[in-house]
């Protein structure tokens, strides 16, 4: 959950909060992209999506900040499986589209590749395959240890013995996952670089509103704290960042670099930052293998521990939180996502 509950509408309903984004290969000469939503899904929310919810998985192909292809995912209306295990589950229809052009950014048309239903491994047309339901998180943090080091950042103290001890808080949570595996040259051409990011908007009833955006973890905790700054970044394009955004970060990065002590010239370290947040996608050399890191962002595996980067990037020092992430509950083939747990925390 590296962006939960960073907005007003996330917070009234969950099933509309981008926790993650994960961009790695697939099997032979695909390409895998999976989103997460909806904290504590199935205890305190919902284990189902929105039915007015677009969620979108958007790709730059030409280093422009705007999306050339997106694949968007809907779903109907929550019903409750009949006649098979386990009765009773709740189940929504979905549908996949690949959209090009002026469809790319904006509205809910695009060829439909994929339909069936949430719960299980739906495979559509020319390979795509697609899982939508309760899944575990795989997100890993020592949120005590976070909260201790950024309250000492505050009080002018440098503390990453912070992380000595924790726990990783986000064990045995589940969430809602949106796995799709597509042939790689349905996004581009193999051994291309790409941006990707993943939204999700509103549309149905209403003209379509954009109410969560995630292109790097911690982006909204760490980089862009200001409530009022938080929703104005969720509902914006990455096209807009550099003159919206970055310059908040050129201006706050010097102090904590001063704070760590970690370079002689921390305004020239808080540039190369800034460069490399925004716009804020995520790179990914397709058929590459994914490796989201302190030296450079390719994607990001299932196994990546984005905290300990993103706190070392901040920085400029190697940080280790002191968790992993829980490598038990990811499967070696789609989807990807191990089995969600059966007696998942609340709190």
């Known amino acids: 959950m590296s962006h939960h509950f960073d907005t007003a509408i996330a917070r009234e309903d969950p099933r509309l909060n981008i926790l993650d984004f994960y961009l790695f290969r697939g099997q032979s000469g695909t390409t895998v992209m999976a989103m997460t939503v909806n904290p504590n899904a199935g205890t305190k929310a919902p284990d189902t999506f929105h039915e007015e919810g677009l969620y979108a998985f958007r790709f730059d192909v030409n280093d422009d900040a705007h999306e050339e292809v997106t694949f968007k995912i809907r779903f109907g209306e929550v019903g409750h499986t009949e006649g098979e295990e386990p009765e009773g589950r709740h189940v929504q229809t979905l549908e996949v589209r690949r959209a090009t052009g002026r469809d790319a950014a904006e509205g809910t048309e695009g060829e439909a590749i994929a339909s069936g239903t949430t719960g299980r491994i739906v495979a559509g047309d020319s390979g795509v395959r697609i899982f939508a339901g309760l899944a575990p998180d795989l997100f890993a943090a020592n949120r005590t240890g976070t909260v201790a080091f950024q309250e000492a950042l505050a009080a002018g103290k440098f ?10 808080y986000f064990q045995d949570r589940n969430v809602t996952a949106i796995v799709i595996e597509v042939p790689t040259q349905s996004i581009g051409d193999p051994a291309a670089t790409v941006r990707a990011w993943v939204t999700v908007s509103l549309c149905g009833h209403a003209p379509e509103v954009q109410v969560s955006r995630w ?133």
Do not use: C, W
């Open 215 to 347: 292109g790097l973890p911690m982006m909204t905790h760490m980089f862009i704290t200001d409530p009022a700054m938080k929703d104005d970044y969720n509902r914006s394009l990455p096209s807009a960042d550099v003159p919206r955004f970055s310059q908040i970060v050129a201006d706050a990065l010097p102090r904590i670099i001063q704070l760590a002590g970690s370079t002689d010239d921390p305004a020239a370290y808080a540039q190369r930052v800034v460069e490399r947040l925004f716009p804020t996608t995520l790179p990914y050399v397709l058929g590459s293998a994914a490796s989201f890191g302190f030296a450079g962002f390719n994607g990001r595996a299932m196994t990546d521990n984005v905290m300990n980067v993103m706190l070392s990037l901040q920085t400029n020092a190697p940080i280790d939180n002191g968790v992993t992430v829980a490598r038990t509950n990811i499967l070696d083939e789609f989807p990807y996502f191990g089995a969600p747990y059966a007696d998942p925390i609340v709190d």
């Open 159 to 168: 503390a990453p013995d912070s992380f000595r001890d924790g726990a990783n």
